[in-house]
């Protein structure tokens, strides 16, 4: 089996600085993915395909869920982020986790999976739908599919009360639009669903917030590709002072920093 159509360009790139962000990352989204893959059915002994590994995280995730009895296979097209994903397995002595270096446009299997997930995955493909009805095939009648993808309106909304957040928030978008990508997939994930030839999924939003750091963090992956697109960052101010700029407006306000809204789908194939 074949997918079609290209994935699109990876904005944040893969510098050690974005691997350590992802990790960073992952700590706080771990409770809702793990939350979301209970709810869906991903239990012990359990063959997982994990679309878009990254460094690992969400493989190493599931690898609890489905236990020693289970398999996770995960999938990822940059060399440097599966090396280090790799890494990370065998320091955490995992035997039941593997990559494999591959396009998720080029997937295939030599015996079905239980399950296929991904986190901020689907936001990256210009065609979601055709890779899902695809990843559908990999799978057991029956099979899980279960992703989680941002809600950008939620977050540009709750940014609103934080001028110096919200203008970060707007050029963020703006990268990831002029890269191809779709930050606010997460409340089309129905139709996404839907579209691939699956049942309507069952569907969750959370709204997160906290992680301060979790701004400046994605500008500075961010910011070589700000620079290609000739983006405007003098509504920023001083580049060099942001982040405590950021943090001290935050903390003005006695509050707590929003982040992009959480969206969480799950379906099974026929």
């Known amino acids: 089996m074949t997918a079609t159509g290209p994935t699109s360009h990876y904005a944040l790139g893969s510098t050690d600085d974005e691997h350590e962000r992802l990790i960073r990352q992952a700590r706080w989204l771990a409770p809702y993915t793990e939350k979301c893959f209970r709810e869906a059915g991903i239990k012990s002994g359990h063959r997982v395909l994990d679309l878009g590994s990254g460094v690992g995280d969400v493989a190493v995730l599931v690898a609890a869920l489905v236990g020693p009895a289970g398999e996770v296979v995960g999938v990822e097209r940059d060399e440097r982020s599966i090396a280090r994903a790799k890494e990370r397995v065998a320091e955490a002595g995992l035997h039941n986790v593997s990559f494999t270096q591959t396009d998720v446009t080029q997937l295939s299997a ?29 799978l057991r009648p029956g099979g899980i599919l279960a992703f989680q993808e941002p809600n950008s309106d939620l977050f540009i909304e709750a940014s609103r009360p934080f001028p110096l957040w919200l203008a970060c928030a ?17 409340p089309e994930l129905p139709q996404v669903f839907q579209n691939a030839g699956l049942p309507a999924p069952f569907t969750r939003t959370d709204i997160l917030l906290g992680a301060d750091e979790w701004m400046p963090n994605i500008l500075n992956s961010l910011r070589p590709q700000i620079t290609q697109f000739n983006l405007a960052t003098e509504g920023l101010g001083d580049m060099h002072t942001l982040t405590q700029r950021l943090y001290a407006e935050i903390s003005a306000a006695n509050a707590k920093a929003p982040l992009p809204s959480l969206v969480s789908a799950w379906s099974r194939n026929q």
Not at 124 to 136: E, G, H, K, N
């Open 110 to 138: 030599s015996k079905p999976f239980d399950a296929a997930v991904g986190r901020y995955i689907l936001m990256f493909l210009p065609d979601p739908a055709s890779v899902l009805r695809s990843l559908s095939r990999l």
């Open 170 to 186: 707007s050029l963020m978008q703006e990268v990831f639009r002029r890269s191809g990508a779709n930050a606010n997939i997460g």
